[in-house]
């Protein structure tokens, strides 16, 4: 006779899970008494939140839903960051949590806390399971749930009475495969006739046009209309970054190279923009017209509110709009011309050969060793900006930054999940010596899965980005450096390789032997950070000046 605990698992077998991260506690002992008799691999982290993340990254890179496991009361909890990475980020993942018995109790009121509660602003569903009948069901809707557009976290809390009680064997519910419907022929018509009739047309790819499902039928849009485009942070990739169409990232909202481009356009296709990002532009009342086309409609806010919308999904609708105006857009190029001095304003100085790097000579080194497939996986912190603006991208997905959330820590533990699912591809974490030390207790986990990953650490021992808009604002410099352990020495403590860059042209060399040598390499670079001033504030502002009246 099955116990509940057998019935969860063969439910989550029958979702085709393969691994679940997490820290069990002993609320979960029979789901991992039914989890060592399964598929199942259960993957342990050193912290729930690193669980989380790569549960969530598990679910951006395969469009399927990863699956954490932990404790009630402190586990549980240390979810909440990870759960709302997976829900701004759109992500789909499925938590697991224990919790006391609900049919009698003797531990009165130890250890619990109201879970399923806490949880649900930060999930699109969130249940306690309350008997071993519903677990198939519950566990397919939960899924089913977390996979649905837009994708997000759901929670389940599994009980430990009800993990131990002995059921019936019931039927799982059989998975089948969904399409969404493609967007209406109303609003294509509409979206064609004023992409036709636009004079400074603009292409923008958002992060929706980042899932798995949606980048084919980008690419083709991009390439049958000829019209020139832009990505926002999350958008990295989804077009060929290298097509001689590409005309950057925005990175800020406004008033940088590639606002040059937006500010002269006269319509936007915002291509699965999601309002998590920064706004990658202002609408204003006299700035560019926007068409909305992404999986589910736009949400409007003071910053966008598309005059055109095509719901539906995006691959195939943007087929049908590039069938009708295909050959058709006399002005696709309009914009094409500005397109040099951008690209170019932005790779400038990227060799400069000074100790310690700056951030432009980082990401140019970087993008050396890494091949068009390779995979960054950034923490938050002021180099973002700097990878999203200087670091070109071939491949959908290559970047894994997170422009929704931004939280750090999650570098390491995403970078780990795409070394697992990509162990014949490049990845590098990168991140900040703050970020880094969130969740640096993972290295132990990923020397332990034997992952081949490259770890590099920007070190200028501060919250860099934080002490940099402290100096924009004009306050004195004050509360925000810190000390670092020594990382290499860090790094060799978990049976790791580590390697410290001492010279300007050292950081590609380093990195490269980091790769051949293979398995869990830390690179710790000095970086300095006087570029921000220098180029995000006083070039930028002497340079860039606004097209269009800007937006109160
Ligand atoms: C969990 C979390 N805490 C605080 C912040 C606010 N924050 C954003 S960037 C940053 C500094 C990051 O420092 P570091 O990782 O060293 O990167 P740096 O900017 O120095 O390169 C801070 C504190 C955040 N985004 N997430
Ligand atoms: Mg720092």
Sequence with gaps: MPKGSDLMVAALENEGVDRIFGVPGEENLDMVESLRNSSIKLVLTRHEQSAAFMAATYGRLTGKPGVCLTTLGPGALNLTTGAAYALLGAMPMVMITGQKGIMKSRQAGFQIVDVVTAFKPLTKMARQIVSTATIPTLVRDAFRIAMEERPGPVLLELPEDIAGEKAEAIAMVPVHPIEIPVAHRASLDRAADMIMKAKRPLIMLGAAASRPRSTAGINGFVRRTKIPFFTTQMGKGTAAGGSNLYMGTAALSERDYVHEAVDRADLIIAVGHDTIEKPPFIMGPKGPQVIHVSYTPATVEQVYFPQCEVVGDVGPSLELLADRI???????????????????????????????????????????????????????????????????????????????????????????????????????????????????????????????????????????????????????????????????????????????????????????????????????????????????????????????????
């Design 326 to 552: 295909e050959s058709r857009l006399p002005n696709a190029g309009a914009l094409l011309s500005l397109r040099e001095g951008i690209l170019r304003s932005i790779s400038d100085r990227n060799t400069e050969s000074r100790f310690p790097l700056t951030p432009q000579r980082i990401v140019h080194d970087v993008r050396q060793v890494i091949p068009e497939d390779g995979i960054i996986a950034l923490d938050n912190g002021m180099y973002k900006i700097w990878f999203a603006r200087n670091y070109r991208t071939y491949v959908a997905n290559t970047v894994l930054l997170d422009n929704a959330l931004a939280t750090m820590g999650a570098g390491l533990p995403s970078a780990m999940m795409a070394a697992i699912l990509y162990p014949q591809r490049r990845v590098m974490a990168v991140c900040g010596d703050g970020g880094f030390m969130m969740n640096s207790q993972e290295m132990e986990t990923a020397v332990r899965l034997k992952l081949n990953l490259v770890v590099l650490i920007l070190e200028d021992s501060a919250y860099g980005m934080i002490r940099w808009k402290q100096a924009v604002d004009e306050f004195p410099d004050f509360g925000l450096t810190f000390g670092n352990p020594d990382f290499v020495k860090y790094a060799e403590s978990y049976g790791a390789k580590g390697s410290r860059v001492t010279t300007a042209d050292g950081l590609t060399p380093t990195l490269e032997a980091a790769f051949k040598g293979g398995g869990v390499h830390l690179v710790v670079v000095p970086l300095d950070y006087s570029e921000n001033i220098r180029v995000l504030v006083d070039e930028l502002r002497a340079k860039v000046k606004p097209v269009a009246e800007p937006a109160e």
